[in-house]
């Protein structure tokens, strides 16, 4: 790391901390030759390899926009949204690659949005796995059943 003062090639950390969210980290350093001291923020990316071959910066913003048109007319309020986004790129990270593949994204968003909402669930499940007619729903709606009969006579 250059210092932003005299271009030294070479400094040093005198402190570490982690952000609150466990993704970013400061660094307080020190140049040796003009002695003064500056902060760096590190942060992990996240990228996304999509299915046209591009890559692009995970955005948790897409995530949410993406849920939010599933669960639109549902009682659903955006603090639940913002959780549900926040549970994806977590869940994302939790692998510890720095890329993913937008299928992984899609598949990372089912659980918690089954969890969430079961019509918002369908309506995203529909498109995101290419549904072609009524058997995909009433299969989808087959599972989504016997999950619900499963987690009641586990309690």
Do not use: W
């Not at 466990?22 to 942060?43: A, D, M, N, S, Y």
């Not at 046209?52 to 897409?62: C, L, M, T, Y």
């Not at 669960?71 to 890329?99: M, T």
């Amino acid at each position: 790391m250059h210092c932003p003062f005299c271009q030294n090639p070479d400094t040093k950390v005198v402190d570490t901390r982690i952000g609150e969210d466990g993704h970013l980290i400061r660094r307080r350093r020190e140049c040796p030759v003009c002695g003064k001291r500056f902060t760096t923020i590190e942060t992990t990316m996240l990228l996304v390899a999509k299915r046209s071959g591009g890559v692009e910066s995970f955005d948790r913003e897409k995530v949410i926009n993406g849920v939010r048109k599933a669960c639109q007319g549902r009682p659903i309020d955006e603090n639940a949204l913002k959780r549900l986004g926040q549970q994806v790129e977590d869940d994302l990270r939790s692998h510890g690659a720095a890329q993913v593949k937008s299928e992984d994204v899609g598949k990372a968003i089912l659980k918690p949005l089954k969890e969430l909402d079961e019509v918002a669930y369908l309506r995203f499940a529909s498109v995101y796995q290419n549904f072609n007619g009524l058997d995909d729903f009433q299969k989808a709606i087959d599972e989504l059943k016997q999950d619900k009969a499963a987690s009641q006579s586990s309690k």
